[in-house]
């Protein structure tokens, strides 16, 4: 052993004594930065509960959290709201799906296309988009003739089904393009998709079952991302449904503020964010075990 060799032995290298200072310095920046994103979040978390425990006559009260169960109107919104993320999740599945999936093995130069497309919703304000939907509704209604329905105008008529209304599916669709593309198009520029595709045609897969049985899987997180975003998207949103009549969750909300039950209102919105974070936890959670298993299987 040289002289030299003995002293790198000794001596680490000049970077890694850089590396090791930093290590050792408190992180105040990051800390900081924690810090303040906490407060931001639970600051308005925390004055929304004591708004809902606060009575001025009986003081810290629990009577908000308890009727949740029991309060009118709640339910339906809710499963109004559920039913319309489900179908959109799905929608924007069977559209995103191919497009991203065609895009990324046979038709790059359509990327711009495909990528300006779901993003031009970006733009568009949903009062905009309102405005739109309900010109197209009043033309329907505007031009019938009774006993004269044409096909048009009888489907206008049934997408409004209040039981289930498709005109709002359909709105809350193109709201969703641009975060659900974004989502899974960075899904499928991480994944070596024509190696992949090719190595399963080369065990004898066709094409439709390579892409379903091998590409799809290594989007799981992707997809996943997606039907979260999207379901938070359709649970929020208030001003399309509001201006269009409906009551889903978000109006539901704004409507029992509106009639004096606030506190009641507050709590169920309060739940709602402590279950939607559950909810993303155990998506991170699941990916993180698929994640760190997968290099183990391979």
Known sequence: MTASTLTEAVDPPS????????S???RFGRAAVLVIFGLYFAVPILASFLFTVDDPVKGFNLSAYSQIFSVAGLWPALQLSLELAAATIAV???LLIPAVVAVRLGGPRLRTFVELTCTLPLVVPSIALTAGITSVLRWGSDNMVPGQTTFIQQLLIDIQNPTFPVILLLAYVVMALPLAYRTLDAGMRALDVRTL????QNNGAGRTRAIVTVILPNLRGALLNTAFLTLALVLGEFTVSSI???VPFAVWIVNGNAAGQGPVTVA???VSLVLTWLLLLVLSAGGGRRGAATPANQ
Not at 15 to 22: D, I, N
């Open 268 to 270: 169920v919105s309060i």
């Open 197 to 200: 595709l090719e190595a399963a």
């Open 15 to 22: 970077g890694g004594q850089k590396s090791a200072r930093r």
């Open 244 to 246: 269009l009549g409906y």
């Open 92 to 94: 924007v599945y069977l």
């Open 24 to 26: 050792g310095r408190p």
